[in-house]
C-alpha cells in the first residue's frame, strides 16, 4: 500500500524538481540576453536619439538666428549683419 501511494505522489514530486531543473539550466542563457538587450541599441532607439539630437540643434539655430537678427535690426551695412553665418543645424 504503502508503494502505492509513493508511486502516486511520485509526479508531483519529481515535476516540481524537473521544473526547477530546467529553470536552474536556463538561466544563463536569459541572463545572457538580457546582456546582450541592455548592451545593443535597437533600430527605433537609434531613430529616436538621432530625432532628439536634431531637434535640440534646430532650436540652437532659431536661438542663434534669433539673436543675431535683433542684434544686426538696422545695422545690415555693418560687415557681421550682412548675412547669417552661425551655427547650421543641417546633418
Avoid at 31 to 57: C, F, H, I, P
Amino acid at each position: 500500500m504503502r508503494k502505492v501511494f509513493m508511486l502516486a505522489l511520485a509526479p508531483l514530486l519529481i515535476g516540481g524538481c524537473v521544473r526547477t531543473f530546467a529553470s536552474v539550466a536556463t538561466a544563463p542563457v536569459r541572463v545572457t540576453g538580457k546582456l546582450v538587450d541592455w548592451t545593443t541599441t535597437s533600430q527605433s532607439e537609434a531613430d529616436r536619439n538621432y530625432g532628439r539630437k536634431m531637434r535640440k540643434a534646430e532650436e540652437r539655430e532659431g536661438r542663434e538666428r534669433r539673436a543675431w537678427a535683433k542684434r544686426c535690426k538696422g545695422r545690415e551695412s555693418q560687415p557681421e549683419c550682412e548675412h547669417y553665418s552661425g551655427f547650421r543645424a543641417a546633418g
